[in-house]
């Protein structure tokens, strides 16, 4: 079973960037997502890159802002956000895609890590 382990969150002003990582603890040839969770919100889809790289998703509200890669000689996935806003703050969770489906849809995610904070104050 594959873990996942999120850094990188923390309190940034409006405007301003963070970079979060997601550790895998084996190879991943699969879909691996971001997803977010604001408190009393449900989790949602923030992006998505596929094996190689060469195919990237992103959530209307990211998009332009937020930009996803990985390298899998590190088994590493990231996410580099930009021009933050208040309504960015949630907890971040990095996820492994599992089943058939489009990469925005959570319920085809199999495995998830613990999440990390991401506060943006205004």
């Known amino acids: 079973q594959v873990q996942l382990v999120e850094s990188g969150g923390g309190l940034v002003q409006a405007g301003g960037s963070l970079r979060l990582s997601c550790a895998a603890s084996?190879?991943?040839?699969?879909?691996m997502g971001w997803f977010r969770q604001a408190p009393g919100k449900e989790r949602e889809f923030v992006t998505a890159i596929n094996w190689t790289g060469s195919s990237t998703y992103y959530a209307d509200s990211v998009k332009g802002r937020f930009t996803i890669s990985r390298d899998n000689a590190k088994n590493t996935m990231y996410l580099q956000m930009s021009s933050l806003k208040p309504e960015d703050t949630a907890v971040y969770y990095c996820?492994?895609?599992?089943?058939?489906?489009?990469?925005?849809?959570?319920?085809?995610?199999?495995?998830w890590g613990q999440g990390t904070q991401v506060t943006v104050s205004s």
């Open positions: 084996g190879r991943t040839f699969a879909h």
């Open positions: 996820a492994i895609k599992g089943a058939a489906g489009h990469p925005s849809e959570l319920s085809k995610y199999d495995y």
